[in-house]
């Protein structure tokens, strides 16, 4: 599924790759690939990036809605994913090399509701803790991995969906990735 054919070799390849790639070509990829097969495979802080999402003007949307309605302000950094089934995103802090922690959700192991194979993927839900009315109570995201290497290693990159039902659901979800926060020294 990936361009050259082969699985990238390392999580910088594999991050590279995607911030590359058209919106169709990420969702053929999210469609071809696995869920984690333990939801502790993902436990721990993950780096992220907004990937490219039809185009100029649904991408430049999509930056405004995370970065500065959804960020209030601070570029969004990804996930951490704790042991409880519990996660939180993370923004850049306003603070020099600070990291903040905001918009928590549940994540659990479902089928897919995105595309038609409904194959599993590890799916975020915000609704618990967003007021009814936020424009983030009909959040919901969906990962899976990225094989990496041989495949036989720890999983190290995530693609992800994230869609709002008032924004188009599932129709119009917006691609992402995640790495592990410790490969970042290779990531940039």
């Given at each position: 599924?990936?361009?050259?054919?082969?699985?990238?070799?390392?999580?910088?390849?594999?991050?590279?790759?995607?911030?590359?790639?058209?919106?169709?070509?990420?969702?053929?990829?999210?469609?071809?690939?696995?869920?984690?097969?333990?939801?502790?495979?993902?436990?721990?802080?993950?780096?992220?990036?907004?990937?490219?999402?039809?185009?100029?003007?649904?991408?430049?949307?999509?930056?405004?809605?995370?970065?500065?309605?959804?960020?209030?302000?601070?570029?969004?950094?990804?996930?951490?994913?704790?042991?409880?089934?519990?996660?939180?995103?993370?923004?850049?802090?306003?603070?020099?090399?600070?990291?903040?922690?905001?918009?928590?959700?549940?994540?659990?192991?479902?089928?897919?509701?995105?595309?038609?194979?409904?194959?599993?993927?590890?799916?975020?839900?915000?609704?618990?803790?967003?007021?009814?009315?936020?424009?983030?109570?009909?959040?919901?995201?969906?990962?899976?991995?990225?094989?990496?290497?041989n495949g036989n290693e720890k999983v190290q990159v995530l693609i992800g969906f994230g869609s709002m039902s008032w924004s188009g659901g599932k129709l119009n979800a917006?691609?992402?990735?995640?790495?592990?926060?410790?490969?970042?020294?290779?990531?940039?």
């Open positions: 599924p990936f361009p050259r054919g082969l699985p990238p070799a390392t999580p910088h390849e594999a991050v590279s790759q995607l911030e590359s790639m058209k919106r169709k070509e990420l969702l053929e990829l999210f469609f071809s690939f696995k869920a984690p097969s333990n939801q502790l495979d993902i436990e721990g802080e993950w780096n992220g990036c907004l990937l490219e999402n039809n185009g100029w003007i649904l991408t430049t949307v999509t930056r405004f809605l995370t970065n500065v309605l959804f960020g209030k302000g601070r570029k969004w950094n990804g996930k951490a994913f704790r042991a409880n089934k519990k996660g939180v995103n993370r923004f850049h802090s306003k603070q020099i090399n600070g990291t903040d922690y905001q918009h928590e959700f549940d994540y659990s192991l479902e089928p897919s509701r995105i595309g038609t194979s409904h194959k599993s993927s590890i799916s975020l839900c915000y609704s618990k803790y967003q007021f009814p009315l936020s424009l983030w109570h009909s959040m919901r995201d969906e990962l899976k991995c990225v094989p990496v290497g917006s691609p992402f990735c995640l790495w592990r926060a410790n490969n970042d020294d290779e990531i940039q």
